[in-house]
T-cell receptor
């Protein structure tokens, strides 16, 4: 049973370039979450979707960040233009609905390590 | 607002017991999670508490006191592989959502 899949695993780009991160959630999960993790700020929620609909994007740092979920099996997080301060590990996670199981824990993908030069 | 506090770092000895504390201030309560994260890897689920008391899972146990806004993760018979960051997270109390609010994590170093 495949877990959450993210691509690419590593991305190195130059300031000003567009970056697209991809995520495939676990099949059957209702929720999809995008997080950013840095040493200074820890794990921050950027945005989450329920049944492909964005519910809360209050964590998206600014207009340079956008996220889409065109169907239940795919989501993207785009940064345009990228800046050095965007360098971080970006995690995607998915979960069942709150009533879908005993814990309804979030399952995390392996992450994308982004470096913006 | 929501706030979660954990110690930044802890050190313990192989074979010993360590307790990692977490306090939270939220406008309600709808469940608390502990995650483990090894360096360079993704967080993985360890435990879940929604009622007061102790939940035991092998060498790991998690305790919750809702009246005190307090939880701890207890690791017994420490092994070197337990060296990792431990993240406390509360489920957003604002309704039927599975949004989690994470603390900054406690980095545990297990020494021989």
């Amino acid at each position: 049973d495949a877990g959450v899949i993210q691509s690419p695993r590593h991305e190195v780009t130059e300031m000003g370039q567009e970056v697209t991160l991809r995520c495939k959630p676990i099949s059957g999960h209702d929720y999809l979450f995008w997080y950013r993790q840095t040493m200074m700020r820890g794990l921050e929620l950027l945005i989450y979707f329920n049944n492909n609909v964005p519910i809360d994007d209050s964590g998206m740092p600014e207009d340079r960040f956008s996220a889409k979920m065109p169907n239940a099996s795919f989501s993207t997080l785009k940064i345009q233009p990228s800046e050095p301060r965007d360098s971080a590990v970006y995690f995607c996670a998915s979960s069942l609905h709150i009533t879908g199981g005993p814990y309804n824990e979030q399952f995390f993908g392996p992450g994308t390590r982004l470096t913006v030069l | 607002g929501q706030n979660i506090d954990q110690p930044t770092e802890m050190t313990a000895t192989e074979g010993a017991i360590v307790q990692i504390n977490c306090t939270y201030q939220t406008s309600g309560f709808n469940g608390l999670f502990w995650y483990q994260q090894h360096a360079g890897e993704a967080p993985t689920f360890l435990s879940y508490n929604v009622l007061d008391g102790l939940e035991e899972k092998g060498r790991f146990s998690s305790f919750l006191s809702r009246s005190k806004g307090y939880s701890y993760l207890l690791l017994k018979e420490l092994q070197m592989k337990d060296s990792a960051s431990y993240l406390c997270a509360v489920r957003d109390p604002g309704g039927a959502t599975n949004k989690l609010i994470f603390g900054t994590g406690t980095l545990l170093a297990v020494q021989p």
